[in-house]
Structures are given as C-alpha cells and as structure tokens.
C-alpha cells in the first residue's frame, strides 16, 4: 500500500470551505484515494474516493492532481459537526490492500 | 443490516487474564480487519483476514490471535493482558474495491 502524508492539524472557520490536503507521491495506477474521517474516538466512517476523477458526494469533493501524486479533500460549508480526524489512504481495494491508516489530520472547525 | 456489530463496549481486565473481542458483520463482506488506537494516536491494523480461514498478520500482531472460522465472525483473542494492551479496538469490513465499515469498538484497561 503506498504511504500518505498529511497535515497534523488544520482549522477552518464554521460556513468557510475546509481542504484538507494528501500527499501519495507513491501511488500505483490503480490504486485508488480514500478519505474517512474519526469524530471523537467513533469508529471511522468513509466520506469519498477516487481515482484519477475528480469526485463530488453529499458529504464532501475529491480533488485528485493529474500526476494523481496528491490530492484534497473538500468539505464545502464546514460545520462544528466536522470536528474530526480525518484520514487519507490509498489501495487498490483488493485482497492486499491492508488498509493501513497513518496519523490523519484534525480538523477543527472554529465558530 | 446492522453493519459491523462489536461486544463487549467496555471491558476491565486484570493483567494476565485472557479474554476475546467479538466482531460480526451481516453485509457478506470478504475481507476483515482489527486495528488498536492507543490515546491521541492513529488506528494501527492488529491482523486481517480476506476470506473465511485465512488471516494474516499486519503491523502489530505480537500478544494477538485470531481465527476466521465463517464470513461473518473475525475474533480477536488476547492471551495474558498486559498494561500495554490498554486501547480502544476497531473491528472493520469490506467487500472487494468497497470502502470499509468499521464498528463503535470495544475500549479495554488493562489494570
């Protein structure tokens, strides 16, 4: 599974746009990008992925760069209900793809 | 469906006890995965498993034991508790090029 680099913490104030960016500058052609997020030591919940596409879901848009070496996470009006952890991984969805979290980034959502 | 169901929520074990962390899951998913959070830390994958009697370790297995006996069941066995083995678990599961579903965990103190 190839590594992912993000920020360890961000802030954004509440009805801005928060991005959330990620760095896989090792990532293989057909691995995809996944984002999830952690409220409050909850278990994880997925938010959007993609592959070389940008993505756009009720929750969230996927920004994936050309080169595919990095991508953000879009949280368009964030609320202080997006208090989170947020995590990045990058696999290729099948048998070997061990779905391996690294730190995330938490994002705090300022009133 | 339920989704990723996980019992006990809380547990209290005294060092060098032994106990198991259930997992089940209704959605006929494949691949399964149980991750530890230790306070203000990432998730960190314990074992997995991508079909029923096949596991594998993943990036911190040492005190661990599982077993997949059906699709639904992925145990998590602890053999003599230590102090170390203090943390919140995460059971999770995914079908094939599917993002995962992840359970409310189980939060063990060992004492």
């Known amino acids: 599974d190839a590594k992912t680099t993000q920020p360890t913490s961000m802030d954004c104030a509440e009805g801005r746009a928060a991005n959330l960016p990620c760095n896989h500058s090792t990532i293989s052609g057909n691995e995809y990008v996944y984002w999830y997020r952690q409220i409050h030591s909850q278990g994880p919940q997925y938010i959007i992925h993609?592959?070389?596409n940008n993505e756009t879901n009720e929750m969230a848009s996927l920004i994936i760069t050309e080169d595919r070496k990095s991508s953000t996470l879009i949280l368009p009006h964030a609320t202080l209900r997006d208090t989170a952890v947020y995590y990045c991984i990058v696999g290729d969805g099948g048998a070997t793809n061990k779905l391996i979290f690294g730190t995330g980034t938490l994002l705090a959502v300022q009133p | 469906n339920a989704g990723v169901t996980q019992t006990p929520k809380f547990r209290i074990l005294k060092i060098g006890q032994s106990m198991t962390l259930q997992c089940t899951q209704d959605?006929?998913?494949?691949?399964m995965y149980w991750y530890r959070q230790d306070p203000g830390m990432g998730l960190k994958l314990i074992y997995y498993s991508v079909g029923a009697g096949i596991t594998d370790k993943g990036e911190v297995p040492n005190g661990y034991n599982v077993s997949r006996s059906t699709t639904e069941d992925f145990p998590l066995r602890l053999e003599l508790a230590a102090p170390s083995q203090t943390s919140v678990y995460f059971c999770a599961s995914r079908r094939a090029g599917v993002y995962a579903f992840f359970g409310q965990g189980t939060r063990l103190t060992v004492v």
């Open positions: 993609g592959l070389k």
């Open positions: 959605m006929n998913h494949n691949y």
